[in-house]
């Protein structure tokens, strides 16, 4: 990909990131407000706005259709953050950190390292796996 692709594809991805970002801040902010343990609370949060982020990552950043396999490899990514996110809003938490502001912190952690797995792993050939894809989204 040249230079000017990719740094329209990073700036879709930080654009999708920030709507996401905003939908998981807003989730755990109402979530911890409700009286939820803050590392539960991100959790939740955290989940929530990945269903609407691996979508328009797919749809607009990577160009990408719908596989099992981009499916799997994604939400694997996610776990694998999810638990970063938890911990180090836990880790942040105790070390006398404000929630939100360790929720900012692991959020800043976790996009940079999601770009360049998104790109080298989740999404890696855009049509690779076409033998598996939805037939819906073809």
Known sequence: MARQGRLRQF?????????SALIDLGL???IHWLGVF????SGCS???????????NRQFVFNNVFTWGNFVRYFTLVAA???VSML??????????????????SMCVIVVVN???????????????????????K
């Open 81 to 83: 953050n999810l638990v």
């Open 46 to 56: 955290f989940l929530a706005s990945t269903l609407i982020n691996y979508w328009a």
């Open 28 to 30: 755990f902010e109402l």
């Open 88 to 105: 180090l809003v836990f880790a942040g938490t105790q070390l006398g950190i404000d929630a939100t502001l360790a929720k900012l912190a």
């Open 115 to 137: 770009y360049f797995l998104s790109r080298r792993w989740v999404f890696q050939n855009p049509r690779s796996d076409t033998a598996d894809a939805d037939p819906s989204e």
């Open 38 to 41: 803050p590392a539960i609370a």
């Open 11 to 19: 700036t879709l991805f930080v654009v999708v990131g920030g709507v």
